[in-house]
């Protein structure tokens, strides 16, 4: 990866206050300087160079970067605070309802215990999650209990968690979702394109639906856990960055098996792969099973080790997560006074 990103100064390592971000139901801010990846045609040349995936060496790798690497102390309640920070505090439940999605977006405009906050010496740094991803009926729901906060508002979209709808009727979901609000849509690819290797069908709806978005942002989820081998997540991941999306996402958290770190590391490989062809940067998001704060460690382990500072960002690496953050504030009481305590003691929807 080019110097210049590796290189870029967005701030230490210490606990520093979040770029400031644009309320609920507001295109995302420029500021950043961080330039909206326009898509490229689709280049079966460049995928086929990127057909070879050596899934032992993307396990020992995975294995050196978790082993080797033992945060404590001060800095692990830093970067703990920096895994909210990019988090999509997520439900995507069958029985949501509306005031359960108002009470997921009260916890997420306030995440943290007072004693906790004041403990952590991070009163008005306003350390809140990334986004709340809610299905499309709950959008406008979402967007006024979060208006003026900060905290986008996503919605899973196209026939989530399958996929297996029309595609027009896909794109109306999509529409609908942006008419109501909604910041960023998450979308789900029919996985038997990528099994029966129709890449250009595959594009030419990833293109569709960026386009139906508009202004938000567009997160396609690949449904890793479906697809088989790390060479189908390679070449999905390539596609769907070649038809604008803004980030890759691993999992619907509904497939047997989610995020994982070996499936991860190779969507980012494909990430800076894309970024020194085309000079765009692609946002990641592993969603699925990760539960625990330990879990949220090795993940921006991951995307430092491999990426560079600037995919430590909300605009370039979020965390799909519904439980995670319960387990991060046990964490930093624990930091804070010698014990754990019981999940009870930390609202949550």
Known sequence: MSSTIRETDLGT????PLPARAAANAPMPQAHGIARNPGMRLDLGFMESMRSVNRSALERRVASL???RSIKADNQAAWLLRAVACMDLTTLNSNDTEERVRRLCAKAVNPFRRDIVEGLG???????PAAV????PFVA???EALRGSGVHVAAVSTAFPHGLA???TRLQEIEASVRDGADEIDVVIPRGLVFGAKWQELYNEIVSMRAACGEAHLKVILGTGDLATLRNVMLASMVAMMAGADFIKTSTGKESVNATLPVGLAMVRAIRAYFEETGYLIGFKPAGGISTAKASLDWLVLMKEELGRPWLEPELFRFGASS????IERQLEHHLTGHYSANHRHAMA
Do not use: F
């Open 133 to 136: 991803c809610v299905y499309q």
């Open 141 to 143: 729901t979402a967007v």
């Open 166 to 168: 029309p595609l027009s």
């Open 13 to 16: 390592s210490k606990i520093t």
């Open 66 to 68: 978790t082993k080797r």
């Open 324 to 327: 995670l953050l319960t387990d």
């Open 122 to 128: 991070i009163t008005g740094e306003k350390i809140r």
